[in-house]
């Protein structure tokens, strides 16, 4: 897994600010008036920091911008950065500008004079998110140090209540990371059986990981999941993960879609970009990433991840359009369209969810549709919900940690658009609506009894540019909004 830079929390110390080596940052707030330590780098720079933070330029940041003076006189280092930031800063204004810090640091060490500020560790959290790069199969003339993140250090006031209060928020961004790399590998070395071996490491943080092979799908009934892989020379798996910190409670269950790569299968997609269909496996990833996020800060709570693995490929074996199979649940589907998989993969993941482990609620999340991007764009994924409060709960924890997400619609009508002249239901139900009948369908296996969310990540897990937290590529949405729902609704508290 892509590791995180080191972080290091330390006592202030001014006198070592003229030797220290990359990029010196510090925090001034809108009017420019310099705190103890931006005083002292002033007197070291010779006034060129007053002289920034008077400036215009500076009045013209927005809060979580950076402004940079390269080269200062009397200085060791190589850079400046003064971090536009009120001393009770939004948590996402204090994450951008973290995430502004290390973009301008580069490869240089960045170290970072926070004094006692209320928002250090959403800071420091922002600028671990964004110091991400997955260069996993690139080559390069740079020797391992030289390619290795370079450290953040961090002066202020009590650095031991700053590293605990970050301790929660790294295991997080490493849950993060894990979902990134998952997602950005390419299909020929993410094969379902080398994401299954991956989830299996997951045991090293006492996540209680279980491998459910092709033989035990079949005799569990997993019809449908089986079908979207049966024409992939790679085996078909459904991995369980329990992380179990909360004593007796019923546990909360993320159910994963896990498409490791998507041709679309006899309906054959177009091949002008199929090659970005190495991240419809998104949802599968996101369902790791929370469960090493949750094992990681030792959460008290009960969550169980489930998440089918499959690849869907044309072949002589491959389901056809027209076909008919029956799910575990025992309702027949008739297969319109092949490249509709990701809810006959999710339909029997969810059913088996709920047979085995009665969850107290269940969030099932994909990359479903093209039809949620239409209409969201990639600024928010899709929530449907048969339980309003539990929505609610959700959208609360994304808007908290600032990941887009808009509640959408559910409905009989979009249940009528899904009925089969040969089945029980169809996997489609034409292009109105695409991502809402997608939703209906699966809520068709859901238990009444049972909170559900359905969350289409298609237009936010991969992204063709940068974003305020994360390089172009896999964002890692969703791990820190799921993290956040499970620790305001689900963790047992000290007794």
Request: charged share 25%; proline share 4%; glycine share 12%.
């Amino acid at each position: 897994m892509t590791t995180l830079a080191p972080v290091t929390f330390a006592p202030t110390d001014l006198d070592a600010l003229a030797t220290a080596e990359g990029v010196i940052a510090c925090i001034v707030p809108e009017g420019g008036k310099l705190g103890t330590e931006a005083r002292r780098l002033n007197r070291l720079t010779k006034g060129a920091v007053k002289r920034a933070a008077e400036s215009e330029a500076f009045a013209k940041l927005d809060e979580g911008d950076v402004l940079e003076l390269k080269y200062p006189a009397g200085l060791a280092a190589t850079a400046v950065a003064i971090l536009r930031l009120a001393p009770r800063a939004k948590p996402g204004d204090a994450r951008d500008g973290g995430a502004n810090l290390v973009q301008l640091r580069g490869r240089h060490p960045l170290t970072i004079l926070a004094g006692a500020h209320r928002q250090l560790a959403e800071i420091v959290f922002g600028a671990a998110l964004r110091d991400y790069a997955f260069d996993a199969h690139k080559t390069s003339k740079d020797d391992g140090e030289e390619a290795a993140p370079k450290p953040i250090t961090v002066l202020t006031a009590k650095p031991e209540e700053a590293e605990a209060a970050f301790a929660g928020l790294r295991a997080v961004a490493e849950g993060v990371f894990l979902t990134r790399d998952l997602v950005n590998e390419p299909a020929n070395v993410l094969t379902t059986t080398e994401f299954a071996e991956r989830l299996r490491k997951l045991g090293e943080l006492g996540v209680e990981v279980e491998i459910l092979d092709e033989a035990e799908l079949e005799r569990l009934g997993m019809r449908t999941l089986l079908a979207v892989g049966q024409g992939s020379e790679s085996p078909s798996y459904v991995a369980v993960m329990r992380w179990n910190g909360g004593g007796e409670e019923q546990p909360l269950a993320l159910v994963g879609k896990g498409v490791v790569f998507d041709t679309g299968g006899i309906s054959i997609k177009p091949s002008a970009g199929m090659e970005d269909m190495t991240m419809d496996m998104g949802g599968a990833g996101t369902v790791a990433g929370v469960m090493h996020a949750i094992a990681a800060r030792k959460a008290r709570a009960n969550v169980v991840g489930l998440v089918g693995l499959v690849e869907n490929m044309p072949d002589g074996r491959a389901q056809r359009p027209g076909d008919v199979v029956r799910s575990m649940k025992g309702d027949t589907v008739e297969v319109i369209n092949t490249d509709a998989e990701g809810r006959l993969v999710l339909c029997d993941v969810m059913w088996y969810a709920q047979e085995r482990f009665a969850p107290s609620a269940m969030i099932d999340l994909a990359t479903l549709t093209g039809a949620i991007i239409i209409g969201l764009g990639h600024e928010n994924a899709g929530v449907f919900s048969n339980d309003d409060g539990f929505a609610d709960a959700f959208l609360g924890a994304a808007r908290a940690t600032g990941e887009g997400a808009w509640r959408m619609p559910l409905g009989k009508a979009y249940d009528d658009m899904l009925k089969s002249r040969v089945a029980d239901v169809k996997n489609v139900g034409g292009r109105p609506a695409g991502s809402i009948t997608a939703a209906q369908f699966l809520k068709r296996f859901v238990k009444d009894e049972t909170p559900w969310i359905h969350l289409d990540i298609a237009g936010v897990a991969s992204l063709k540019s940068s974003s305020a937290l994360a390089p172009a590529g896999a964002t890692g949405w969703g791990v820190r909004a799921l993290d956040r729902l499970i620790r305001d609704g689900y963790e047992k508290g000290d007794g």
